[in-house]
């Protein structure tokens, strides 16, 4: 597995490290406390309701938002959450116990391009947030279609800048703007000028469902509160 203390770069597992503890508030005040709707979205995506004991993989699932919805969503699912932070999956486990579900989510260090798990092994996979800072996505996207079994879903949630609309432009300053220095004067971290800078850096979304498909994923795309947050969705053929 990857030792996060290795990891010194923007995005990286030692990043989020200095940030852990703000890291929740951060992002409720940030999206207007929108992001627990998306990833509800995210979870209803999975489509695992006809399966008896479905398995999830959640990469770069941070302090375990997403795991800890999906866990709520199908009360039969057991779920993996990897991430390079250890300060991170420290927040994740203890949020586990106060919601009573640690039996059913095990987190742990992992890299989202290097899955330590067998082919076909899983039913869905998740990264909420994550892949802009995965650096090779393209192994990262090959790898969620190794470990989804035939039929099995890649649900990935992603920041974006908004294009059109009457409101894009005021969505655009918002991440630009005001995402970056609200988050620096919140936590006194000069780490969330990245944030802004790497939601500029991502491809357009038919660029990367471009990329999901040639992982092997038949993938799509849905815009979220104006094109703020994308969910992209990508299916393994059978």
């Known amino acids: 597995m990857t030792d996060p203390t290795t990891l010194t770069a923007d995005g990286s597992g030692a990043m989020f490290d200095r940030i852990a503890d703000r890291y929740d508030l951060l992002n409720r005040i940030i999206s207007l406390g929108i992001d627990n709707g998306w990833r509800r979205k995210t979870t209803e995506a999975l489509k695992l ?8 993989l959640d990469l770069a699932t941070g302090t375990a938002d997403l795991a800890i919805a999906t866990a709520l969503r199908y009360p039969n699912a ?22 009573g579900i640690a039996s059913r989510v095990t987190l742990t260090v992992g890299d989202a391009q290097a899955i330590e798990a067998e082919d ?16 090779d996505r393209d192994r990262a996207l090959r790898e969620m279609k190794r470990v989804l079994k035939p039929g ?22 918002h991440i630009r703007q005001v995402v970056p220095r609200l988050g620096a004067w919140l ?3 000069k780490e969330y000028r990245y944030l802004q800078q790497s939601i500029a850096a991502f491809p357009e979304p038919e ?27 990508g299916k393994r053929g059978a």
């Open 49 to 56: 309701d006809g399966l008896a004991a479905p398995r999830v």
């Open 78 to 99: 057991t779920i993996l959450g990897t991430d390079p932070s250890r300060g991170m999956i420290k927040i994740g486990d203890d949020k586990l116990v106060q919601k």
């Open 120 to 135: 076909a092994s899983f039913d869905a996979v998740t990264i909420s947030f994550g892949i802009r800072n995965v650096p």
């Open 152 to 173: 099995g879903i890649a649900a990935i949630l992603e920041l974006g800048e908004p294009r059109s609309g009457i409101l894009g432009p005021l969505a655009r300053f």
């Open 187 to 189: 936590s006194g971290a």
């Open 207 to 233: 660029a990367f469902t471009e990329r999901m498909q040639n992982a092997g994923l038949e993938s799509s795309f849905t815009p979220l509160t104006f094109g703020v947050v994308h969910l992209y969705v």
